[in-house]
């Protein structure tokens, strides 16, 4: 009896020694822990600061930003007058349609183009909608008045910007404002349609949920596996110490990693390319096009990448900067909410990452034929070219010691 | 014209003169000055932090020229311009004390040579030829020599960071503590290596260490302490400068206290006594021969029992321990004369401490 007795105490004592053992390494951990502070500001601080990031771009999508249009009428069929056989050709409800259009709380008329007199209209409105200027091209057909005025639907035709899947549904609400306000001061009984005419839509032989699927996964995997490839290209390779003891130069060992992942890119590019197009995925533009445009949206994914490992100490340090500059590249590039409707001083962050450029610029080639050569072309080499020079600056000064 | 230069075996590799080295408000090394000579091997000692690995920097042209003064020429250039930074790297080679910083642990020895030697301008198949002989020097196994590195062991890899240490044929060759953390038996091979080499190629060698057994293959050793130059010889020389040129008494003695040390300490000439262990000390005497006698009797006279004696030359470990050791008493001396005169002050601020740490015992129980 007394025998269990002891045992019984042993096995407590033994329990308690255990669990103070094991509070002995809890307290352990948080003092590993708190050896690196930029570790626990990305554990604590990053969640609480990505959605108050968010909460503010939501507030300010209650501010709505009108949607900017171009509105083309071609509207000049004659009219017969049956009661004396004149021939009139008439556009009185092309004014009033433009009214309607410019009173719309949901809609900017930023150009206004007469089809009949000036034959280049849907030339150039089709530029302004390429370019992103604008973000539907509202087509006011030849019989428009003629139908109007023998009581027969008048058709408005839509060419909303096409690039952008999950807002072409929101442009062409936006239009059918205009045309509710339309019908209403012209009491006329809604006897108006939209015709959303789409002449960016993806053909019926191609896969189409592929393909709009590819449009937004395209530029993010390219950027993504570009940036993660070099992240640690410097802070991993420890004997550039003892290079530096040789007549070697620093500029000559970067320069090396630049040429050979950019290579390396070109190949996956090409992967990528061959790849979606056997699978399948509507080109608009040109394959070289396409191509300029995700080697350079690779070549700035690789640019953030050799700029994070030559800025950190460790590697620890180069996985949470780019996990930290990943998230904020991705929230801001548009794709989640769109850079218009972001305050200030996110667009002009948003302004300056690769991928808020990437994105339109590949989905424009892909779904408007767009040429490579655009503004979001050269601002996406000026952001490379910037942190290409910071990166030399940087690892010119970072500390070596064998 | 080659042949000139080896035979003028006076010809200075590193010249360094009055070199003084601070970071901010740290004076590290204080007018240092030594030269080294073609085709020796020059060991420079010292305790952890003496400033060894901060000479070499500089030498290596690794520390700005606005933290250092002096003169300072490595084969005929000074690392304090920068425009002969590359010319002065590429005739010095350097082993690091680690390899795992300064090897690639991916790729085999042959590929990590070339990598190193590329950088000297050396072709491929030239690099290749001069690394088989300098593998074959260091018997470093041919069906290695394609391996991952990281799959030798410590002594070969070290052996490799040796090769491409030597692999242009460096006019002198820096090696930061080639023998610390590599078993007793392997530091001697690696000290073997270092003498074979410098035999075979007359490469000169500049070695830092604090392992005192590497003064075996040294031609000079200099002895660095808290960033000063305390003796720079060959280690005969300085040996020769102990009391009886170095010639020392080691006695075993039963029962051995500190009590007996001092009364042997208090003998007329007795020079310097230093234990060496449980029962032995090492006895520096004046006219060694004369005197050896007169001293068996002082112990006798003092019933002190000798268990064993025998007669030595002292080594390099007990020259450097001694020529600490009096330096050490030097600047306590020194210190506590400073001591006494800020001693007022500084006594009240004692006090408190005391409290503070009676207090601090006092929580902790
Ligand atoms: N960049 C620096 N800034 C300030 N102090 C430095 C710097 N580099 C070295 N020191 C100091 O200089 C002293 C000598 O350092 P050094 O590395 O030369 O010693 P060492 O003799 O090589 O020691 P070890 O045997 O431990 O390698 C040390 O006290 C060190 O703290
Ligand atoms: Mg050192």
């Known amino acids: 009896m007394a025998k269990i007795k002891i045992e019984v105490k042993q096995f407590f004592r033994d329990q308690k020694n255990s669990f103070f053992r094991f509070l002995r390494l809890v307290k352990k951990e ?4 708190r050896t690196d502070p930029w570790n626990l500001l990305i554990a604590l601080v990053l969640p609480p600061a990505i959605i108050a990031l968010l909460s503010t771009m939501e507030s300010q999508k209650i ?85 109007l005025a023998n009581g027969l639907p008048g058709l408005i035709e839509c060419v909303p910007d096409s690039s952008r899947i999950t807002d072409i549904q929101k442009n062409l609400n936006a239009v059918y404002d205009s045309i509710k306000i339309f019908t209403n001061e012209n009491n006329l009984t809604p006897q108006i349609r939209l015709a959303p005419f789409t002449p960016f839509s993806i053909p019926e032989d191609y ?81 070289i096009n396409l191509f300029i445009a995700v080697y350079t ?38 794709s989640f909410v769109p850079i218009e409707n972001m305050p200030i001083y996110l667009q002009a962050i948003s302004y300056v990452l690769p991928l808020s450029h990437g994105g339109p610029m590949i989905s424009a080639i892909l779904s408007k034929g767009a040429s490579v050569f655009g503004f979001h072309f050269y601002m996406l080499l000026a952001v490379s070219l910037v942190l290409n020079i910071l990166t030399f600056i940087v690892f010119l000064r970072r500390r070596y010691e064998v | 014209m080659r042949k000139i230069e080896e035979q003028n075996s006076n010809e200075v590799v590193v010249d360094v003169q009055n070199l003084n080295v601070s970071f901010g408000e740290a004076h590290i090394i204080h007018d240092v000055s030594f030269q080294v000579k073609k085709g020796e091997i020059i060991g420079l000692f010292g305790i952890s932090g003496a400033g060894k690995t901060t000479i070499i920097r500089v030498l290596t042209c ?228 004369k005197n050896l006698n007169y001293f068996i009797d002082y112990l006798l006279e003092k019933n002190i029992k000798i268990v064993s004696m025998s007669r030595d030359v002292a080594n390099f470990r007990r020259f450097f321990q001694i020529l600490i050791q009096e330096q050490e008493e030097m600047e306590r001396k020194e210190e506590k004369e400073k001591e006494n005169i800020g001693r007022e002050r500084r006594e009240g601020r004692a006090i408190e401490d005391e409290r503070e740490i009676e207090e601090n015992n006092a929580a902790n129980e």
């Open chain 1, 207 to 287: 896969d189409e949920d592929f393909s709009s699927t590819l449009v937004l996964v395209i530029p993010l995997m390219v950027y993504g596996i570009a940036n993660v490839l070099t992240i640690l290209i410097i802070v991993k390779e420890k004997p550039i110490a003892r290079l530096l003891l040789t007549p070697v130069k620093r500029s000559e060992i970067l320069l090396a990693k630049y040429l050979t992942f950019s290579a390396i890119l070109f190949v996956q590019e090409l992967g990528i390319i061959l790849a979606a197009v056997f699978g399948g995925l509507f080109i608009r533009g040109t394959i």
């Open chain 2, 62 to 289: 690794q520390i700005k020229s606005k933290n250092w003064t002096g003169k300072v020429l490595v084969t005929d250039l000074t690392p304090e311009k920068k425009k002969n930074h590359q010319k002065i790297l590429s005739r010095i080679g350097y082993v690091p004390q680690l390899e795992l910083l300064n090897l690639y642990f991916e790729l085999s020895p042959l590929i990590n040579i070339e990598t190193f030697a590329s950088n000297y301008g050396m072709k491929k198949e030239e690099a290749q030829k001069v690394a088989e002989e300098l593998f074959t020097i260091l018997d470093i196994a041919e069906d290695t020599w394609t391996n991952a590195l990281k799959k030798l062991s410590g002594g070969e890899k070290k052996r490799v960071s040796m090769a491409i240490g030597l692999i242009h044929s460096p006019d002198v060759l820096f090696l930061d503590e080639p023998t610390t953390g590599v078993d007793a038996n392997k530091r001697y091979d690696i000290l073997n290596y270092l003498k074979k080499l410098n035999r075979r190629l007359g490469t000169t060698m500049f070695v830092i260490t604090h392992d005192l057994e590497a003064a075996l293959v040294c031609d000079k050793t200099a002895i660095l302490r808290e960033g000063k130059l305390l003796a720079f010889d060959t280690p005969q020389n300085l040996i020769q400068t102990l009391p009886s040129k170095g010639l020392l008494a080691r006695l075993t003695i039963e029962d051995l206290t500190e009590e007996m040390i001092e009364i042997i300490q208090e003998y007329e000439h007795c020079e310097k006594i230093s234990r060496v262990g449980v029962s032995e000390v090492e006895i520096f005497l004046n006219n060694f021969e």
């Open chain 1, 63 to 147: 501010e709505f930003s009108p949607l900017p249009v171009a509105i083309v009428s071609n509207d000049s069929n004659s009219y017969v007058n049956p009661n004396n056989f004149t021939n009139l050709a008439i556009d009185n409800y092309t004014k009033p349609y433009i009214n309607a259009v410019v009173k719309s709380f949901y809609l900017f008329p930023k150009a206004i183009y007469n089809a009949s007199k000036f034959p280049y209209s849907m030339e150039l409105a089709r530029r302004q909608l390429l370019n992103a200027e604008i973000k539907c091209i509202i087509v006011i057909p030849v019989d428009f008045t003629e139908m």
């Open chain 1, 297 to 334: 949206l690779a070549y700035s994914g690789l640019s953030v990448g050799i700029f994070i490992s030559a800025a950190s100490k460790t590697k620890t340090e180069a996985n949470q900067l780019f996990l930290a500059s990943f998230v904020v590249i991705i929230l801001l590039s548009g």
């Open chain 1, 30 to 33: 948080f003092r590993l822990v």
